[in-house]
């Protein structure tokens, strides 16, 4: 900043409080979708943006859907560029059916079927997943995914109750009208 004295001002103490220079801090995760969250701000940044820090010592939150939040705390100099690297971890399969069930009373669709896409790699025939994707399918008026979703959920209860039923399986058609009658 310039600052210009006018000459009649010249006799009088002048008092000029100044900004410290802020540090850089540079974030990189393994989760694109990443934010973090300084000082416990209302608003995240995506970790990908750079972020000016005033010197001192900050609170980091970094949250990625589907994954274990991480805090850390950070104290910076004026004028300092850090550079940090974040490991996030994917949440174990009932935290993620948690969370995608949350997510679709909220009626964030999006990220229900995202936490779930999260869960079938973990276990492609997880029938709560499936339930959870088969509603997403109906709120969106795609019945056809929706019966899907809903078959491939029956199958994978019809194989865990299958022997207490002796044998019992269900088939793809009925799997299908038992979700249109509002499973």
Do not use: C
Not at 129 to 137: D, E, F, S
């Amino acid at each position: 900043k310039n600052i210009f004295l006018r000459p009649e001002l010249a006799n009088q103490e002048t008092v000029l409080e100044l900004d410290p220079i802020s540090a850089v801090l540079r974030l990189t995760a393994n989760v694109a979708s990443a934010r973090v969250t300084i000082d416990n701000q209302r608003s995240a940044k995506p970790i990908s943006e750079r972020i000016l820090l005033s010197p001192g010592t900050h609170t980091l939150a970094i949250e990625a859907l589907g994954y274990a939040p991480i805090k850390l705390e950070l104290t910076v100099a004026p004028d300092e560029t850090v550079n940090r690297e974040v490991q996030l971890e994917r949440l174990a399969v009932p935290l993620l059916l948690q969370q995608a069930a949350s997510a679709f009373n909220e009626r964030r669709y999006g990220d229900t079927q995202k936490l779930s896409e999260f869960i079938f790699a973990a276990d492609p025939a997880n029938a709560a997943a499936h339930r959870l994707v088969g509603q997403v399918y109906v709120e969106r008026n795609d019945f056809g995914n929706a019966g899907s979703h809903f078959a491939q959920a029956l199958a994978a209860l019809g194989k865990w109750w299958a022997p207490m039923f002796g044998g019992w399986s269900v088939s793809r058609s009925w799997a299908s009208s038992w979700a249109w009658a509002g499973w």
